[in-house]
């Protein structure tokens, strides 16, 4: 696991006990998820899948408040599920927001119409490669990248493979550079269905800016 992953983990669970922290825990995270909101135009019609919720499942809880949408998370780390499922129902949103435990790199996407993935996921190509291959026609698939200066401190995401080269991304908050929408077209998806791999697929991204 990354440096950063490791040391977010390990805050979110010792915050996670502190219900009232949801607040203070929350007001970094309000901006960048009402402009990833904004991004992917979600509305309480949409089921959104969040990757990599951890003990404190912030952008979540966001998402719920903000556009009255389904949300399910899952993560990894059986600890931080129960912890987030604890804080999840000591702050009344039970009935807006499920956790559960599961693999990223195996989930099965279907269903869902915005996939959200964080940016301390680990194995995070894996995981982007499996949604990306199982998502459902116009899912929209968001993803968290770190700014260049601490990239090395987060999981290895191959960026070159997703990114369109022309594009230059800017530096918005502190920790996130920015977060890519991958969205799978009906071209995309009839093709996917077509292949066993991924190497020759482009998929058009879109980004948030500063």
Request: proline fraction near 3%; aromatic fraction near 8%; charge should be positive.
């Given at each position: 696991m990354s440096i950063m992953a490791t040391l977010t983990a390990k805050c979110e669970k010792f915050m996670s006990s502190y219900p009232m922290a949801v607040k203070v825990y929350n007001l970094y995270y309000k901006k960048i998820v009402h402009t990833e909101v904004k991004l992917a135009k979600i509305t309480a019609n949409d089921k959104v899948l969040c990757i990599?919720?951890?003990?404190?499942?912030s952008t979540a809880l966001e998402i719920a408040n903000m556009t009255g949408a389904y949300v399910n998370v899952i993560d990894n780390d059986l600890i931080a599920v129960r912890k987030a499922q604890n804080l999840i129902e000591k702050v009344g949103y039970n009935n807006k927001i499920n956790v559960n435990h599961a693999n990223g790199a195996k989930i099965d996407s279907i269903g869902y119409s915005v996939i959200h993935i964080a940016q301390q996921v680990v194995p995070k190509n894996d995981v982007i490669e499996n949604i990306w291959k199982n998502a459902d026609l116009n899912a929209r698939i968001l993803i968290r990248t770190p700014s260049n200066k601490l990239e090395k401190l987060y999981p290895a995401f191959n960026k070159n493979k997703w990114l369109n080269k022309r594009n230059k991304i800017s530096e918005n908050y502190k920790f996130i550079n920015s977060t890519l929408m991958l969205e799978k077209l009906e071209e995309e998806h009839n093709?996917?269905?077509?292949?066993n791999n991924m190497k020759s697929y482009n998929p058009k991204p879109s980004y948030i800016f500063g």
């Amino acid at each position: 696991m990354s440096i950063m992953a490791t040391l977010t983990a390990k805050c979110e669970k010792f915050m996670s006990s502190y219900p009232m922290a949801v607040k203070v825990y929350n007001l970094y995270y309000k901006k960048i998820v009402h402009t990833e909101v904004k991004l992917a135009k979600i509305t309480a019609n949409d089921k959104v899948l969040c990757i990599g919720g951890g003990s404190f499942p912030s952008t979540a809880l966001e998402i719920a408040n903000m556009t009255g949408a389904y949300v399910n998370v899952i993560d990894n780390d059986l600890i931080a599920v129960r912890k987030a499922q604890n804080l999840i129902e000591k702050v009344g949103y039970n009935n807006k927001i499920n956790v559960n435990h599961a693999n990223g790199a195996k989930i099965d996407s279907i269903g869902y119409s915005v996939i959200h993935i964080a940016q301390q996921v680990v194995p995070k190509n894996d995981v982007i490669e499996n949604i990306w291959k199982n998502a459902d026609l116009n899912a929209r698939i968001l993803i968290r990248t770190p700014s260049n200066k601490l990239e090395k401190l987060y999981p290895a995401f191959n960026k070159n493979k997703w990114l369109n080269k022309r594009n230059k991304i800017s530096e918005n908050y502190k920790f996130i550079n920015s977060t890519l929408m991958l969205e799978k077209l009906e071209e995309e998806h009839n093709n996917q269905k077509n292949r066993n791999n991924m190497k020759s697929y482009n998929p058009k991204p879109s980004y948030i800016f500063g």
